[in-house]
């Protein structure tokens, strides 16, 4: 395929590793043809790929990694995949935090690339369990000094996972005792099936305490999630309110998630305009009583593109 002759590496590998997914493995002299390139190249994105631990070199080709339900990357690891798909996540993500509001992010990759997003969103208050996403906000304070409208970082305490979080009765206790407008929830897996699970059993229980503890639950999640089942579920899909994705997720996948969740946003993607609508109105009303009039106001036009809705009623979510 002239046409990916002069695709930068990223892509090239985020091409294979769907290929091999979708495949159950692939050779070398397929992959050459398909993306127009030399052997050596795709030899390089093989073994790229495979030290990042996406994917297995058998000889001539490369197949899949079955990971087990108890397996947890660590948080370098995970920065390695899919970064385009988790950077217009953020973006988009971030157009959903209303100035003034008090916000929860959860551990992982995608709210780490959220959180860098989240500075320029005035007078929050943020309640992480993640080492990572701290840093962020408080470098920023470091670098910049104290200025206004700088956001109030709450770090819960706990013990800390592989993916830098911090968990266990420590952090579950302080998460109770909070409540907060809206959780941009990381997963490690999301399925119709097992809802949103994760490898480590106490995450679980924190992210569990998160969900409860928010009136609204945002996911971010890349579409290489969708179908990825961890040790323990901590909440079903009809306790999310929005899931904000790539462009990669299939379209059948699309349809299965409208079906249980009231909004699906598609980083990238542009909405109807009746729908977009709707949702800022809904999205004012929902952060009136907590953020006040001027949260409102701050919500109008902030919903990305890319949303899909199941129903119009949104007004008490």
Known sequence: MSENQNLLAEQRRALILDEVRRRGG??????????????????????????????????????????????????????GLEPTAKEDIARTAASLAVPGSAIALSGGTTTYALAHHLLDVPDLTVVTNSVRVADVFHSAQRSSGQRQGMATVVLTGGVRTPSDSLVGPVADQAIASLHFDVLFLGVHGISPEAGLSTPNLAEAETNRRLVQ????????????????????????????????????????????????????????????????????????????DTAGAEGAEGAEGTYGPGVTERHEDSADI
């Open 26 to 79: 692939v050779r070398v002299n397929e992959l050459t043809r398909k993306l127009g390139v030399s052997d050596m190249t795709v030899r390089r994105d093989l073994d790229a790929l495979a030290r990042q631990g996406v994917l297995e070199k058998v000889h001539g080709g490369a197949v899949p990694v079955v990971e087990a339900s108890t397996h947890e990357p660590g948080f370098e690891a995970k920065s």
């Open 213 to 288: 503890s928010a009136r609204r639950v945002v996911v971010v999640a890349d579409h290489t999630k969708w179908g990825t089942v961890g040790l323990s579920s901590f909440a079903e899909l009809s306790q999310v309110d929005t899931l904000v994705t790539d462009a990669g997720l299939p379209a059948e996948a699309r349809a299965e998630i409208s079906e249980h969740l009231n909004r699906l946003v598609v980083a990238g993607e542009r909405e109807d305009g009746g729908d977009a609508e709707a949702l800022r109105a809904g999205h004012s009303e929902g952060v009136e």
